[in-house]
């Protein structure tokens, strides 16, 4: 039976000098990105030279790398088992056993074998873990992905353990011999080095999996709670709380809340629900006709009725409480003005200044992005608005 020699000198030669060419080229090209652009436009076609050969030279570098360490412990195996080192294989016709040897040793690495499937087991390990942590992490907030993509994460991480049994196998010296050795009837057990070298391989797909089945998970979560894949409807339609203004008829809003010649300026007069456990209402008012501009931003109102002008009287001076009355340019035709109110179960976890009277964010991404988030971090939780209304009405000033 043939065994065919897996590397020779001339090989390992080759691979070293291409990891230290493509090593200067990438050393290089890290050079050139980190250059003040007014350098690297004097240097003009070289750095263009340096940025396409540095990025060809990456992949090229890595593999070989990994050629030339795989080759090197071959060719020092080889050595320790009395051959004489090939410089080509053909000069033996690619036949392990036509290399002169001065002794005849076999199998000194089957121990690699049990350290292989030690170091699987270990894999295997690391990624349970990450595994349980991706269920301890999501199964609070997203617990049918996390029970669906549990299982695949489990399933595809026992790899590591199928990899134990073969390597522990390959221990068996009456059916497996080293690749350095001259095979008979047996196989040829993985190396350490091979054996490291598919377990990272095999461990960077379980690394990505992981990390999939988290950006997934959080993908759902945020679509369900966040501002991901909303429309302004799909926000309008799971509003409950009812909303009411004595200064809404017919659809107009009264001329007196408004900031112009004939109006008063005074905040519209305002009746809403009462949601259990609420600490206080946040009430916010945009013109949806000129990009969201902010007229009324309240986010400190414990009470559920507020009087019209309750920015002139008990509101007056009051930061957290700001009004501005519509003021549509003449001849604009009619603008849509909203209230928004929110039963707030607590301060939102971030602080935030809304850009007032000027256009800033739509009622939904204010909803979304900063007073639903109850705690910021590495997952948004959500659950801070414990529900929300809305009445909407149009103002148009004539010419």
């Known amino acids: 039976m043939k065994t065919p020699i897996k590397y020779d000198k001339q090989f390992n030669i080759a691979c070293l000098i291409l990891m230290i060419v493509t090593g200067i080229l990438v050393v290089l090209f890290l050079i050139c990105m980190l250059m003040p652009d007014e350098k690297a436009a004097d240097a003009g076609g070289f750095v263009i030279f340096i940025a396409v050969a540095g990025v060809w030279s990456i992949p090229l570098f890595a593999l070989s790398s990994v050629l030339y360490i795989d080759s090197h412990v071959y060719l020092k195996r080889l050595k320790k088992n009395h051959f ?19 002794q005849v040793v076999e199998n000194l690495y089957f121990g690699d074998s049990r350290i292989a499937s030690i170091i699987s087991v270990v894999f295997f390990a690391i990624f349970l873990v990450n595994d349980l942590l991706y269920l301890k992490t999501w199964l609070p907030f997203e617990p049918d992905s996390a029970k669906a993509l549990f299982p695949f994460l489990i399933a595809f991480h026992f ?4 990899m134990a049994a073969v390597y522990r196998h390959q221990g068996n010296t009456d059916k497996y011999v080293d ?41 759902v979560y945020k679509s369900k709670n966040g501002a991901y894949d909303k429309e302004l409807d799909d926000f309008w339609k799971d509003a409950t709380m009812e909303v009411t203004s004595q200064d809404l008829h017919d659809g107009k809003w009264n001329e007196r809340i408004t900031n112009t010649k004939n109006g008063a ?8 629900s009462e ?9 916010y008012m945009e ?6 501009w902010v007229h009324w931003y309240a986010d400190d109102i414990h009470e559920t009725e507020l009087a019209s002008g309750a920015n002139q009287t008990e509101y007056d001076g009051n930061p957290s409480f700001k009004y501005v009355g ?19 179960k607590g301060k939102p976890d971030s602080e935030f200044d809304p850009e007032f009277d000027e256009p800033w964010l739509r009622a939904d991404y204010l909803y979304y992005d900063h007073l639903n988030v109850l705690s910021r971090g590495n997952i948004d939780t959500y659950g801070n608005v414990l529900a929300y209304g809305y009445i909407s009405g149009v103002y148009s000033q004539k010419k």
């Open 84 to 102: 004489i080192i090939p410089y080509k294989k053909k000069e033996y016709d690619n036949d392990l056993s036509r290399v002169p040897r001065d």
């Open 179 to 219: 690749e350095v050795d001259v095979r008979d009837r047996r196989k040829a057990r993985a190396s350490l080095a091979g054996a490291v070298g598919t377990l990272i391989l095999l461990g960077l797909i379980a690394a990505y999996s992981v990390a999939t089945a988290h950006s997934m998970t959080k993908y």
């Open 265 to 272: 300026n005074l905040s519209p007069q305002l009746s809403f």
């Open 326 to 344: 519509p003021y549509p340019p003449a001849g604009s035709g009619e603008h849509t003005y909203t209230i928004y109110v929110y039963a707030m």
């Open 275 to 283: 949601v259990p456990g609420a600490q206080y209402y946040v009430i």
């Open 159 to 162: 790899i590591f353990l199928i």
């Open 287 to 292: 013109d949806e006709s000129a990009n969201y």
